[in-house]
């Protein structure tokens, strides 16, 4: 195998939250063991562009608590094609890069092992997405960031709810996977959780809602994830609810894009500095298609393949402790 003297960095996929801190744990590491390393930036758009910059451990000063990614992220069509990873992989060779550390979500990891399958190219996975729909990790980075900004927002929302008496259904981010819906339903007090691994059906939340009228409460809030199995948007429940039970007022906040914001917190980038070292150390010792992944707070690794179809599992437990907590 041959030796790594400069490895490539790159974000690729949607941004989150610990995404410049753990480019900036990449490229000290290399620093630390005296190889070279070199940004690319727009993920692999850049990469098949040759848009590299050379970075050392004073390129990464002040970033550690930034969001969003310095090297910019995007999605790329043309890595798709068989042509478009040849031109990468042209790029690559020509500008010395022996190895990848990928910062982004499965398809960005799908990339990242047809490549080396293609090219016998090394490659290790950071897993950055704030959605935790990732198996092989308790945490992806930026999840932990999401949740606080997630929970501070809905306690600004029960401000005005409990004013006005009003029922809030709040859209959190979560296609796929409750996680985020979940631990911040209980973490902000919601009444009802709604996500995409179960239905609890809507006659369970109209029953739930007639409860805690009755029992005094002065606001509800809801919290939806995107994908939630009811099948029904924020928009849709609204009105399913007025028609209903007319005695609600009933309010809509999709958090949207805000979700995906900020600075780091402290946790994500300890997580970010730890995947850092661990993914140019595995690479160093000659492994590859593997992510750095958080299993009971270790720092372990995983195949690609494995993180890419395993399935990320909600916490059952939540469900039960929300049930209880919304008396
Ligand atoms: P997020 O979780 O935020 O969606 P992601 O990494 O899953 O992040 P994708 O858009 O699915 O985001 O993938 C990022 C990029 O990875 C794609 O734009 C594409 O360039 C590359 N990619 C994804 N799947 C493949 C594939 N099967 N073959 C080659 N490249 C791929």
Redesign the pocket.
């Known amino acids: 195998m041959k030796e790594i003297k400069k490895i490539g960095v790159m974000t690729?996929?949607?941004d989150s939250p610990g995404m410049n801190a753990a480019i900036r744990s990449v490229v000290r590491t290399c620093a630390f063991y005296k190889i070279e390393c070199a940004g690319i930036y727009r993920?692999?758009e850049g990469m098949i562009e040759g848009d590299f910059i050379e970075l050392n451990a004073r390129s990464v000063k002040g970033i550690i608590n930034k969001g969003g990614t310095f090297l910019k992220s995007a999605?790329?069509k043309a890595?798709?094609t068989k042509e478009g990873r040849q031109e990468a992989y042209k790029q690559l060779k020509k500008a010395n890069i022996d190895a990848l550390v990928v910062i982004?979500?499965?398809?960005?990891?799908?990339?990242g092992l047809?490549f080396n399958q293609e090219f016998d190219f090394p490659v290790m996975g950071i897993p950055g997405?704030i959605?935790n729909d990732i198996a092989g990790t308790s945490h992806t980075l930026g999840y932990d960031t999401t949740l606080n900004t997630v929970v501070d927002v809905i306690d600004k929302i029960r401000d005005t709810a409990s004013s006005h008496n009003r029922l809030f259904f709040v859209e959190v981010m979560g296609r796929d996977v409750g996680h985020i819906a979940l631990n911040v339903g209980v973490g902000a007090g919601a009444e009802e959780i709604l996500i995409p691994e179960e239905d609890l059906g809507l006659e369970r939340l109209l029953e739930s809602l007639r409860r805690s009228k009755e029992s005094g409460k002065s606001s509800s809030i809801v919290i939806v994830a995107e994908g939630d199995k009811t099948g029904k948007n924020v928009f849709e429940l609204k009105d399913y609810v007025e028609e209903n039970l007319p005695e609600y007022e009933v309010r809509v906040s999709v958090l949207g894009h805000m979700q995906r914001g900020g600075s780091p917190s402290c946790f994500d980038r300890v997580l970010a500095s730890r995947m850092g070292v661990k993914a140019v150390e595995s690479l160093l010792d000659g492994k590859s298609n593997l992510m750095v992944g958080l299993i009971n707070d270790k720092i372990t690794v995983t195949p690609l393949e494995k993180a890419i179809k395993g399935q990320s599992k909600i916490n059952k437990e939540l469900i039960r402790v929300s049930d209880i907590m919304s008396i």
């Open positions: 690729s996929g949607g993920g692999y999605r790329s890595f798709r982004g979500g499965d398809g960005s990891f799908t990339g047809v997405t959605d």
